[in-house]
Structures are given as C-alpha cells and as structure tokens.
C-alpha cells in the first residue's frame, strides 16, 4: 500500500493544519488507518488518532479535543484536522495502514504500511 501524505506546514500557537492521507491505488473494504508523530519530545513515534474499520475512532490523550479524524472523499483518505497546535505538537507526521486483523489499536505494532511522513512545526 502505497501512502502519501501531505498538508504539512507551519503555524502560530493556536492554529490550525489540515493533514490528509491517500492509501494509492487501493481499495479494500477493511483498511484501517492512522496518523502517528515523531516529536522531539519523543523516543518513539506516538499514536495521534485513527479510524478502526472506516467506524470508530480513537485518539492520543494529548490530542483529544483539539484534533478531529475523518475519512476524506474517498474511502482510502484519512484527514487530520488540528486546531489550537501547542509547542509540543511539531514534528514528523506519519500516515499508516492496515488491513484486518491489524489497525485495532492505536500502537505502532498495529499497523503494517507506513508513508515518508510530511513535518509540522508550531512556532511563534
């Protein structure tokens, strides 16, 4: 499965990106997908949020209510909208991938496809 993100970018404290993510040339009925992040704050990427089987979503606890999941237009797009970036938000977002049995949980381990990622900073 081929990833690609793109929308990154730079913003102020307190504004907003709109990430998206196409899974290219593939279409399955089950694909779960997920944004994670590599902050400098970090030692390993972090689970940012997903949508599990095109249903139900989950987020990180330090994204929850400032961020917002969604399938895009088309049924292999995942959209991240996030709103009031704080300075421990920047960083490498990833966009990834699974197909059932993987994606159920928002862990690194969960998801097999990984795009190159598209960078977010948060500065005044």
């Known amino acids: 499965v081929l990833l690609v993100e793109s929308g990154g970018g730079s913003v102020q404290p307190g504004g907003s990106l709109k990430l998206s993510c196409e899974a290219k040339?593939?279409?399955?009925?089950?694909?779960?997908m997920a944004w994670f992040r590599q902050t400098s704050g970090s030692a390993e990427r972090e689970g940012v949020a997903?949508?599990?089987?095109?249903?139900?979503?989950m987020y990180g606890d330090y994204v929850k209510g400032r961020f917002t999941v969604s399938r895009g237009n088309g049924k292999n797009t995942l959209v991240l909208q996030m709103n009031d970036l704080k300075p421990d938000d920047p960083g490498a977002y990833s966009c990834?991938?699974?197909?059932?049995?993987?994606?159920?949980?928002?862990?690194?381990?969960?998801?097999?496809?990984w795009g190159p990622g598209t960078q977010v900073t948060v500065a005044s």
């Open positions: 997903t949508i599990v089987l095109g249903r139900s979503t």
């Open positions: 990834a991938a699974a197909t059932y049995p993987g994606g159920m949980k928002l862990t690194r381990s969960s998801f097999r496809f």
């Open positions: 040339d593939y279409a399955h009925p089950s694909l779960s």
